[in-house]
């Protein structure tokens, strides 16, 4: 069994800094020499740099094997020595090894026969053909594309100089002070921008902020606000405890007054107030004052529009529907006016509220009190008209009289009854007393005539047109009209008092939580926290600005 001999592969890369400090012979002969001279570690050194074509075949030639060493030969023409000055010149711009191959695979796919690697580039720029093209290299790689040699080159008209790196080599001292040069040239940028920022911050931040601080600390008049609460009550009802559903549920919660404290806040808010105010107290006048700051001061002919601005600017009110308490924070120039326009406020708040309920409350009581009224009346007119009847017929009760007139008529008829008993008797004899009997007969025909006009007073109408049944009858529906009078009155009577308790439970209160008192203070303006309210403001309003400009900056550049 033999084994192979293995040889190490070498990449051996030129730097440009080794290849200008140490310049090739320009001929091949003057580098076998100098390989000569340095010894045989050397020479392979130099043999393997001139010679990198000699590497592995495993970058896309497949099987096709490299061009073999170049021979050594003398210069015997001046084409010669130029072709060698051009390969020194080559040879200086350290060109690695790859591209030394690369240079040798397009040489050949063009058909071109070099000598070297550097030849090769000679040749390939001689043609007019940039050996480091990235399209010449790409079709080095084009499978089943094969080029006949002796075809025909298609070159364009001008051929423009390729851009090559740099060979120029700097120095330890020109470095430095190159990097020198550019940091001082970042930090003067740097510098600029800054500057920049701060005289764009200065005008746009600062300078307003200073402005409204220098304001606030040295012009603005001192403003005393007067704070007050109130809530707006219902009267308790002890129906209202056992009443059922959503009445019952809020009725003594403040969401039963809620709409009375909206309408109240919307009524301290409206100019209706504002005027009133300004006719009892002078609202206008004290705030046209000329001590007043300009920014806060009314002009003396402003409309009323602009004075309902100032108003609502230093009146303001809120509502709490959590707790239905109205809060009120009154703010004027002088504290004891400040206290006295607050005061009077709650005074107007105190008879909207007895204006809220004053025309549901009239209207509950004015309807049940006619019920009442007409009632009472329709009770005294039948009250009217049985007695009008008893004075008429001279009858008192009607059911007495035909009472009394039933017990006579009884009374009779048991009277008639023994008579015609006695009667019989009599005539029951053989020989009967005439006289006797000739009584009987007659104490029957005047008993019978009795019982017969007693019986007539009762049915029988007499001269005047009445008779006594009549006359019940009429009695008994006037008593009965009277009855149902008399019933619609108690009914009436009780819903008048059910509305006067209706009546009483709509009523609203206002009572006071907190009672207006004058400010020993000034209340504003707040001087320091205005001055850093309007620094966030202005740099927020300049942030935004700022960032809007450079989006769109950098959208245009793009």
Excluded: C
Aim: cysteine-free.
């Amino acid at each position: 069994m033999t084994t192979k001999p293995k040889a190490k592969k070498f990449r051996i890369r030129r730097s440009p800094a080794a290849a200008n400090a140490a310049p090739r012979p320009a001929s091949a002969a003057g580098a076998m020499a100098a390989a000569a001279r340095s010894g045989p570690r050397a020479g392979a050194a130099a043999t393997a740099e001139e010679m990198p074509f000699a590497d592995d075949h495993d970058d896309g030639f497949g099987d096709a094997p490299y061009p073999t060493a170049p021979k050594r030969t003398e210069v015997s023409a001046p084409s010669d020595a130029s072709a060698e000055n051009e390969i020194a010149a080559i040879r200086k711009e350290g060109l690695t090894g790859r591209q030394l191959r690369m240079a040798r695979r397009v040489a050949q796919k063009h058909g071109l026969a070099p000598t070297s690697d550097f030849d090769a580039v000679r040749l390939l720029r001689k043609q007019g053909i940039d050996p480091f093209q990235r399209s010449n290299m790409l079709e080095l790689v084009v499978p089943g594309q094969e080029r006949k040699a002796g075809s025909d080159i298609q070159l364009p008209k001008t051929v423009d100089k390729p851009q090559l790196p740099s060979t120029e080599v700097l120095d330890e001292d020109n470095r430095a002070r190159e990097i020198v040069r550019m940091q001082r040239e970042i930090a003067r940028r740097r510098r600029r921008k800054l500057m920049q920022l701060a005289a764009r911050l200065a005008f746009f931040v600062l300078l307003p902020t200073f402005l409204a601080g220098w304001y606030y600390f040295r012009i603005a008049t001192p403003m005393y606000a007067t704070h007050s609460e109130f809530v707006i009550q219902q009267a308790q009802n002890p129906a209202a405890a056992g009443a059922s559903g959503l009445a019952g549920m809020f009725s003594g919660t403040s969401f039963a007054t809620s709409q009375d404290s909206i309408a109240v806040q919307g009524y301290l808010q409206s100019i209706d107030a504002m005027l009133r105010l300004d006719e009892d107290l002078g609202f206008r006048e004290h705030f046209s004052d000329p001590d007043i700051d300009p920014l806060q001061r009314l002009d003396v002919d402003a409309t009323k529009e602009e004075a309902y601005k100032i108003y609502k600017k230093n009146v303001k009110i809120s509502y709490d529907p959590t707790e239905g308490i109205i809060k009120m924070d009154v703010v004027a120039a002088d504290p004891e006016l400040s206290q006295l326009f607050s005061e009077r406020l709650i005074q107007y708040a105190e008879e909207q509220v007895d204006a809220l309920s004053l025309r549901l409350r009239e209207d509950q009581m004015e309807g049940a009190r006619q019920s009442y009224e007409k009632a009472e009346n329709a009770m005294l007119d039948a009250q009217q008209r049985v007695l009008s009847l008893q004075e008429k017929l001279g009858v008192l009760d009607p059911m007495t009289e035909s009472n009394a007139l039933m017990t006579r008529i009884t009374n009779l008829e048991t009277q008639l009854s023994e008579k015609r008993l006695q009667l019989q008797q009599l005539l029951d004899n053989e020989r009967p007393n005439e006289a006797r009997v000739e009584g009987a007969r007659g104490d029957v025909r005047r008993l019978e005539a009795m019982i017969s006009e007693l019986r007539s007073q009762l049915t029988e109408t007499t001269e005047d047109g009445q008779s006594l049944a009549r006359i019940t009858g009429e009695l008994r529906l006037a008593e009965r009209e009277l009855q149902t009078r008399e019933l619609m009155v108690t009914q009436a009577l009780q819903q008048l008092e059910t509305a006067r308790i209706e009546a009483n439970r709509q009523t609203r209160y206002l009572s006071m939580a907190v009672a207006p008192i004058a400010p020993d203070e000034a209340t504003y303006p707040r001087s320091f926290e205005n001055t850093v309210l309007a620094f966030l403001i202005f740099g927020g309003v300049y942030l935004m600005i700022s960032l809007t400009a450079a989006i769109l900056r950098e959208q245009v550049s793009s």
